[in-house]
């Protein structure tokens, strides 16, 4: 800028500087346009057209700074017009009008003045880079503070989840809570919990949030001690082969924290037992009670497991055919093919098991005690791997 330019502009500049004012309540008049500009305070707008004004001036002067006494910028401006419910595209369109308020003016002073053609024009083109540089501003302070928004509404949204599922909150505060989420009162819901071995619960997530939500009740999905966890309005499902979710419902909503209870308890079961996919309780049926009631399995364990364990090396080859057999309906031949062995050295097995154990596997309650020892006995079994392994335990 060449100095007779530089001062020509800068007389013009401070002409606007002495209408700083008058130049700011023509600019809230204009903001005054926008409906969503109603929920700003008259004094609130002022201040940032105050701003606008001297940006203008320090612009026409050359300089690319706010002056002294003025302690909020162009990000500030639109970080507070977003927590005042302005929406984004508003706070821009409205920038670019009361920039143009103030452009105008600068033109018509000028031209008043007899500033030369090529002086108000390089004038003008500094306010245009002026304006296109600060919307970029605007729109960027705008992007982080809905960043900032979003998170925190996950936040609150993930505590709201845990208090639930974890029976902190009274039906009261349930619904009144659960309201902001689209938790009606009056509604049933399904509640899960699930784990994948590798803790990768991101697909999962995803994968709820797109199956299992209603046209106004979005999934609440969030991680709960390493596992994923949530309330849903559909059944869930799952979309991998690694993943085990436990699944119970649909409940009331005061009986949310019970249901999740009985997740976290079907889930255990269902880790035990190797178990992947959905799981609820007609899946794991009496499996349930295998891992629960210890003393009944540890009594039967006693009975028909520990005596067979004691009688030498081929005691796991026995205990495992029995398994194999009456998980094959007791159908010798169709057991034998499983184990891939003869029929008569099944059979010869069988009788080992029967003499050392006086089991009759003929015998329906027998069986039903024999099954329920041989469960107990696999669950044991496996405790022990993943303790040598040090495998995660499932947990409560």
Known sequence: ??????????????????????????????????????KVPDEDLHRSCLRNVLRVVETLHGRDILPAGVHEDEGKSSRRRAVQGVPAEDVVACYWAVLAVLRDEFIARAGAAGTPSEIVLA????LWDMTDRLSGVLIQARHDIDIDFARRDERQKLALLQRILNGNLLPSEVSHLGSAYGLEPDSEHWVFRARH???????????????????????????????????????PSVNDDATVLATVGPFPLTMLGQAFAECTRLLNVAVRYGKRGLVDRES????????????????????????VLDSGPMADLILESVQVYLARNRRVQAAADALLIHGNTLRYRLDKYASLTGADLSNTEVIIEVWWALEYWQVRRDRIGQADGHDRDPGP
């Open 284 to 307: 794991l049926s009496v499996r349930i009670a295998v891992i629960e009631d210890s003393e009944i399995g540890a009594a039967l364990f006693h009975r028909y497991v520990a005596t």
């Open 123 to 126: 004038g003008t083109r500094q």
């Open 1 to 38: 800028m060449s100095g007779d330019q530089g001062e020509q502009l800068g007389l013009v500049a401070e002409e606007l500087r002495a209408s700083a004012d008058e130049l700011a309540w023509r600019q809230v008049t204009v903001c005054r346009k926008f409906p969503s500009y109603d």
């Open 197 to 235: 071995p590798a803790g990768t619960i991101q697909s999962l997530s995803r994968h709820i949030e797109l199956t299992c939500g209603g046209q106004y009740f979005p999934p609440l999905v969030g991680p709960i001690d390493g596992d994923l966890a949530g309330i849903t309005c559909r059944r």
